[in-house]
């Protein structure tokens, strides 16, 4: 782990009241986890994001504002709990303070992190280009594979397209550069990539299989994707949602809506098909969707449909509940008398009613 040594000699020179600083640098990582977090909901609650950015940049500017003196308690924060928002935080002063040896240290604690290396990478997509560059070219042709998905990453975090490079980087020996370089591609529209694109469909790779398929659905190349999409919609893994949702666009609506009649039919599926019928952009399914709020088992993909359809339905505090005696006997049974945050089927009718959704 680093250590708080001597490189903020000279930081005295700047007073600061440490409680405070303490306090910005903890609050930093926080909020850069929350957010983390937030943005992997499905979908996002981009207002709540919103928020949260706000309270993040009002704490960076608290460090900038202190300077180099901000380093030990950085440095005490990843020490006391090394994890994503306290890399994002080391990495963040690292480069805003261009502090070279202190961004190796931020790659060295990336390499050995658990999440991905989650929180160096959200420090460089938070920064502006302009402040990475120099070390983005330097890392995208490294040797070392992982400050190649470092280059990468920034790349696709800034929608930054490589040129020539990204044709390499497709094909790259490692997997997490060619599953990042893939997604790029395929944010991107790469056109011009589509032929390496379909033959990363057979790579041995999980992850850089889905990416392919997903940058292939982006090209317009659907009907390539849709096997690998659905496979990792139904898989369970962290992609799924993403994979569902790509699988939704990658296919003529009659082929999905035909998919996800089978999706219904199994229950262990059957959420599945009840969250992808949101993304399908259909309001008119709502009387449906409230019908699948009394379920227990669909409840809650039946409450995020719900919301993408009707965004505003979030300002409403009335139409979810975590109270057994709102959603019913058969919630409190199936939650052990502890159900997560679902819609109350009733009140969701109700608020339907009042803006004339229901026929």
Partial sequence: ??????????????????????????????????????????????????????????????????????????????????????????????????????????????????????????????????????????????????????????????????????????RDPDARVRATSLRLAGKLKRADLVNELAAALSDADELTRFWAAWALTELGSGDLASPELRKVAVGGSPGAMTALRAAVKAAPDKDVRAWMGELLNAPETAPLAVRGAGMLGDRNILHWLIHQMRDPALARAAGVAFLELYPEAREDGQLFSVETSLLGKSFADHFDDDPPYLPVADNVKNWAKMRNLLE
């Avoid at 979908?43 to 202190?66: K, Q, Y």
């Fill in 1 to 170: 782990m680093p250590a708080a040594d001597n490189k903020s000699k000279g930081a005295s020179e700047r007073p600061i009241v440490p409680d405070v600083v303490r306090q910005h640098a903890e609050q930093a990582a926080f909020f850069w986890a929350q957010r983390d977090t937030l943005m992997t909901d499905d979908p996002p609650d981009f207002h709540v994001v919103a928020g949260v950015d706000r309270r993040l940049e009002a704490n960076l500017d608290g460090l900038r504002i202190a300077g180099p003196a901000a380093w030990p308690f950085v440095v005490a924060a990843y020490d006391d709990f090394p994890e994503k928002g306290e890399l994002f935080l080391y990495a963040w002063m690292a480069i805003e303070q261009r502090d070279g040896s202190r961004l190796a240290e931020a790659i060295e604690l990336g390499r050995q992190s658990k999440e991905d290396a989650r929180g160096l990478v959200g420090a460089l997509a938070w920064h502006k280009p302009g402040m990475i560059a120099a070390e983005v070219r330097d890392w995208i042709g490294a040797q070392d594979a992982f400050k190649r998905f470092l280059g990468i990453s920034a790349c696709l975090g800034h929608s930054v397209d490589p040129k020539q490079l990204l044709t390499r980087l497709v």
